[in-house]
Structure formats: C-alpha cells, structure tokens
C-alpha cells in the first residue's frame, strides 16, 4: 500500500491524476479516514500501460534556420543586401568529409539587431561577412590546441572574434548545434 504522493511520484504524474485514477476505478485504492490507500501492484499495473501506451519523449531540438537571411547595407546610403547562410558540402580526395557554413550573419541576427549605433553595426557586420565555419569528420592534429577550434579540427572557424560581442565560442557552439542538424 502507497499513498497519493509516493505513487505519484512512482508513477510521474501529478497527486491529481492519482487521486482521479482512484475515484475511478483504474487503479485499487480505498479511502481511510480521507485519505486514499493505492495498492502498490495495481498501480505497477498501470504504470506498466501508460508505458506501452506512451512512447519515450524525445527532447525537441531547436531548428536552426538554414535558410534565413539578413537585409542590411554596409556602408551608408548603399543598397541594402542580402546576407544568406550557404551551406556546402565535399569530400576530399583522401576521403575526409567537409561541411562549410558561409554567411553567417542570419544565423546571429538577434546580435546583430541588439547594435544600436549604426556605425557600430556596420562594422560588425563588415568583420563578420566573411566568417566561415567548418565541419569535418576527422581530428587533425595540426588543430590540437587552435582557439578556432574544437575537438582537434572537426570543428573549427575562420572567425576570430570581435563582432556585436560574438566570440569564437559562439561560432564553435553554433557549429556544434549545425553538425547535430545536418547529421539528422
């Protein structure tokens, strides 16, 4: 015999879902002295159906929107342009696998938009515009150590900080977050 806390517990749902289940009948319970007593083997038996019932909850991961763009002019009284992510992939002739993510600047927008004082945007915009990331399914030792990046070169940037307060980091973490997306 268990209460409604324990069983809730055991069961992760809340007390209210227990108590339901024993007003009911899904589960044996009875009432003493207000309180409801749950049988401890009905409600393994219930928590064995809604097992089967329900599929483990896979965690949502957030999408990251290859296929944004950013509209901004780089220099005063120019036409605004297009900023859009590219994404490539290749595989060189010893078989190592490239994936290079160019146009960055979508993918940072919220950054970006948070600048203020024009001048200042512009010059982010103009150090970042060139930022590349890229993803590799080799370690190169020649990497080892590199602030540009992680994992010995399986990830690794072009970028080199500076812009809107967008650190090395936050390329590799973008990276990271990219390699997981494309591998799905």
């Keep these: 015999m268990t209460t409604t806390a324990a069983a809730a517990a055991q ?5 209210a879902t227990i108590r339901t289940w024993c007003r009911r009948g899904v589960i044996a319970a009875t009432k003493t002295a207000g309180r409801w007593v749950i049988n401890t083997a009905s409600l393994a038996a219930r928590i064995a159906i809604g097992a089967m ?3 483990a909850r896979q965690e949502a991961r957030p999408v990251i929107d290859l296929t944004a763009t950013y509209v901004h002019a780089l220099l005063p009284g120019e036409e605004p342009r297009d900023f859009t992510v590219k994404v490539k992939e290749r595989t060189t002739h010893d078989g190592e696998h490239l994936i290079s993510v160019r146009g960055l600047i979508p993918l940072f927008a ?3 938009d948070a600048i203020t004082d024009e001048g200042d945007r512009i010059h982010a915009l103009t150090v970042f515009q060139s930022a590349v990331i890229v993803i590799s399914d080799r370690a190169d030792a020649d ?3 590199d602030p540009q990046a992680r994992e010995s070169g399986r990830l690794r940037t072009t970028y080199r900080g500076g812009a809107a307060g967008i650190t090395v980091d936050d390329v590799l973490d973008l990276a990271a977050k990219l390699r997981t997306q494309l591998a799905a």
């Design 143 to 145: 990497w080892e150590g």
């Design 53 to 55: 019932k329900r599929p």
């Design 11 to 15: 069961a992760n749902v809340t007390v």
């Design 110 to 112: 919220d950054r970006f």
